[in-house]
């Protein structure tokens, strides 16, 4: 049985007040929530200190959305992943399509994002996923597998453990237009399957695999009984308390 785990990907939202507001209530609702789901809010820095002192359920985890590929020094405006685990954060998502796209991370960028968290104790979200002419080509396995092969490039199989991985295909991102659960799937296994080549059996069966894009409270349930998508990465729908709660429970009955 692997994890179940549902995160939100606030981006920049919510100014401190209204996110503090959303995370007690993510937080309440998590105190009485009973089904093992974890939950993981990436909320912007500004937040990562408070929310974390305020959670009191067992399963919610505070985590950035990025961070630098530099241990410290000058680098202004920057945000090391030892200052991200000092406010008790656990997670980073790392390799957004937005942070790809509008901030030119490429592959080596992070994939020494990656190691330097990993090394500062973080747990990584990595995100993957092709753009529209990529799946329209018919090119959408070998962009996710090179993408995936790049970022864990010398990553070791202790270390590997820690990623949790985020299928986001660019398409579905903000759009509305959600992949099927069919396409999820198929994509899904497919990332499974590179995993194992790279890592072996036991941990490709283990390895979390998130969908994100459009998911919200309509759809989470239909994705989430696919074999191979273990929960999602909510963006737009993370930022209203009622389809956040309602898609975390949309795991009912897997
Ligand atoms: P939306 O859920 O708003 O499509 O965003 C998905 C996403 O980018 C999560 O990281």
Redo the contacts with the bound molecule.
């Keep these: 049985m692997r994890r179940k785990i549902v995160a939100g990907?606030w981006?920049m939202n919510m100014n401190l007040q209204e996110g503090l507001s959303l995370a007690k209530a993510v937080d309440n609702f998590m105190q009485k929530n009973e089904s093992g789901v974890e939950v993981i809010l990436c909320t912007p820095f500004i937040h990562l200190a408070h929310i974390t002192t305020l959670f009191k359920a067992d399963n919610i985890y505070a985590g950035a959305q990025n961070c630098s590929n530099m241990d410290s020094g000058a680098y202004t405006g920057e945000i090391s992943a030892k200052m991200i685990k000092s406010t008790g954060a656990q997670y980073v998502?790392i390799g957004?399509?937005?942070r790809r796209s509008y901030y030119n991370e490429n592959d080596e960028l992070l994939n020494e994002k990656i190691i330097i968290a990993l090394n500062n104790d973080l747990k990584v979200i990595f995100?993957c996923g092709e753009v529209l002419s990529e799946r329209e080509k018919g090119e959408y396995y070998e962009v996710v597998k090179a993408q995936i092969e790049k970022a864990f490039s010398g990553i070791s199989l202790s270390d590997f453990r820690n990623i949790i991985i985020?299928y986001?295909p660019v398409w579905?991102?903000?759009?509305g237009v959600t992949a099927s659960s069919a396409q999820a799937q198929e994509m899904h296994f497919f990332i499974r399957s590179v995993i194992e080549k790279m890592y072996g059996k036991e941990q490709s069966d283990k390895t979390v695999i998130l969908y994100?894009?459009?998911?919200k409270p309509s759809n989470s349930s239909e994705l989430f009984s696919m074999n191979d998508v273990d929960g999602g990465?909510?963006?737009?729908?993370s930022l209203k308390e009622d389809d956040f709660c309602k898609i975390i429970e949309s795991f009912k009955g897997k």
Excluded: P, R, V, Y
């Excluded at 579905?172 to 759009?175: L, S």
């Excluded at 994100?212 to 998911?215: L, Y």
């Excluded at 990465?233 to 729908?237: D, K, M, V």
């Design positions: 990907n981006k998502i957004h399509s937005e995100c985020a986001e579905a991102i903000g759009t994100g894009g459009s998911c990465l909510i963006g737009g729908a």
